[in-house]
């Protein structure tokens, strides 16, 4: 009698969704939608709405490589030797096709960013708008043409009343009379 053992069937291959024209969804901290424009036999192209561009492998994984002019992986260097850790593992998909949830929660943290920029575009307008303000600026911008050629001028850290100066070439000679200059400055005060 032979023994004939049943092997399992393998599980049938579901069709790859990353292709051409497939809106997707970056996965991770900062999520995203874009949009694959290229694929090759190694990557896929995404346009991200953002406007940046990103390789990925076919299955969605990172790659941290680069592309040939052909647009395909480059997996060996010059002396033909193999390129180790070009791609993510199974659990470092960086791309998936979006949910309906997963856009609306992009939808969501762009509305937020959103406002956020334009509250602080208004909080800089009224800085901005401060006659004290003005007046820092108007002396920081003559306090650093005085200096032109020595150093630069900042404002202080988080002092409004105080400049922070930075000075560059001061030969070792001129230390000695700068140095007195400065104390005699301050002893004015």
């Not at 995404?46 to 390789?55: A, F, I, M, Y």
């Not at 070009?86 to 960086?94: A, I, P, T």
Request: proline share 4%.
């Amino acid at each position: 009698m032979s023994k004939t053992t049943k092997s399992k069937p393998k599980p049938a291959k579901g069709k790859n969704p990353l292709v051409l024209g497939a809106e997707v969804c970056r996965t991770g901290k900062r999520r995203v939608l874009g949009k694959i424009v290229k694929v090759t036999k190694s990557l896929l192209s995404v346009q991200w709405n953002t406007g940046s561009r990103e390789l990925y492998g076919l299955r969605g994984q990172a790659f941290y490589g680069h592309a040939g002019s052909d647009g395909e992986a480059i997996t060996s260097g010059p002396s033909g030797k193999p390129l180790e850790d070009l791609w993510g593992d199974e659990d470092d998909v960086r791309i998936t096709i979006p949910t309906e949830g997963a856009r609306k929660r992009i939808a969501q943290g762009l509305e937020n960013e959103a406002k956020v920029a334009v509250e602080r575009a208004a909080t800089q307008a009224k800085i901005e708008s401060d006659p004290t303000y003005q007046k820092r600026q108007t002396d920081l911008e003559r306090y650093t043409e005085a200096l032109r050629g020595f150093g630069h001028v900042e404002n202080g850290w988080n002092e409004q009343s105080h400049f922070r100066i930075e000075l560059d070439g001061i030969r070792p000679e001129e230390m000695d009379a700068m140095v007195e200059a400065i104390r005699s400055v301050r002893a004015k005060k």
